[in-house]
């Protein structure tokens, strides 16, 4: 069965600084695929990456980047000198690749703060 | 371009009565699937449609939720006599037949059972 663990529930920090989540997934297949969602307070959840388990190359966009290490079944996500607009309920995400039925199988998300 | 649709936004309903949720997916993204997200949770997949056959059901699906998809456009999830555990976000999701497990999400439907 698949799980994705989100060991913080909550973080707040001050506009600006960096902060990182963390996610630890666990899988019995040997293809699979990690995403990570934002939901901001209007409810909807926006996509915001996708990695498959044979790149574990890390990931740069903007502010954002992404570290996917096979090794400890972890893809962690960094956001670079935050903003207020950063606030908001971040999941991580796994899938497997069953060429059909994506299905996701969700973290319990961390609630993150950004205080200006 | 339209992203996901979901109908309606809100809804209370007294224990016991019958629900019925809409969902509007991308134009041409044959894959559909539901979720349920509760308060402080991650949402939670609950059935799957590829065109209009639903291949996978979960097992928090229970006897009292139906789902559809007629012609492979539009999903409607409704649930029977309501209980107060029903009370959640009803997610819809879709995506494209190709393969880029990449899933869009409408605005979700929040379900209030007093």
Redesign the interface.
Known sequence: AQKVTQAQTEISVVEKEDVTLDCVYETRDTTYYLFWYKQPPSGELVFLIRRNSFDEQNEISGRYSWNFQKSTSSFNFTITASQVVDSAVYFCALSEANFGNEKLTFGTGTRLTIIP | DTGVSQDPRHKITKRGQNVTFRCDPISEHN?L?W?RQTL??????LT?F?NEAQ??KSRLLSDRFSAERPKGSFSTLEIQRTEQGDSA?Y?C?S?PST??????????T?LTVT
């Open positions: 894959r699937y979720y402080g949770q991650g949402p939670e997949f799957y590829q291949l996978e976000m997610l999701a995506s393969a880029s497990y990449e899933q869009y999400f409408g605005p979700g929040r």
